[in-house]
């Protein structure tokens, strides 16, 4: 019976993970956790992977090495009582050196629409909304 070297096989193990796509990766700021949680299942039932964080800072700890991967940002305006989703999501675009397709979610749509270079969708918001701009963003994920 001819056998298989665990160099052969490890060898063809990851060129055939190599050979398989990725779905694309949302990354969802939001503090909220029951918010946070619809989002990142709603995100996982469209077919896109989902990073969730309670901040920016938790976010890019959360992605590691993935930073570089990540294909669109979903944040919250207000993060912990303070109007920062905006500028934390300036930062994490920044931090991952081109730009990212972003929106911002949120129950203060008056100021954030004032202030947002970024696309706006007040709170609460039929799920069909985000999932147009995700696919028009990013194409429809893979199934």
């Known amino acids: 019976?001819?056998?298989t070297t665990p160099a052969?096989?490890?060898g063809s193990?990851?060129?055939?993970?190599?050979?398989?796509p990725t779905r694309p990766l949302i990354v969802v700021i939001e503090d909220d956790y029951r918010s946070s949680m619809a989002l990142t299942m709603l995100i996982d039932d469209w077919g896109y992977s989902c990073i969730a964080g309670r901040s920016c800072q938790e976010a890019v700890q959360t992605l590691g090495n993935r930073l570089n991967h990540v294909s669109a940002i979903i944040?919250?305006?207000e993060i912990d009582g303070e109007?920062?989703?905006i500028r934390d999501a300036q930062a994490l675009v920044a931090?991952?050196?081109?730009?990212?397709?972003?929106?911002?979610?949120?129950?203060h749509a008056d100021v954030a629409w004032a202030s947002s270079p970024f696309p706006v969708v007040g709170k609460p918001f039929d799920p069909d909304i985000l999932h147009r701009?995700?696919?028009?963003?990013?194409?429809p994920a893979l199934p």
Do not use: C, Q
């Not at 193990?13 to 398989?20: E, P």
């Open 1 to 3: 019976m001819p056998s």
């Open 8 to 10: 052969k096989a490890t």
């Open 13 to 20: 193990a990851s060129l055939a993970s190599s050979a398989v």
């Open 75 to 77: 944040t919250d305006i």
């Open 83 to 85: 109007m920062r989703g």
């Open 95 to 107: 931090s991952i050196g081109h730009a990212v397709p972003t929106i911002i979610t949120t129950g």
């Open 133 to 139: 701009w995700l696919i028009y963003n990013l194409g």
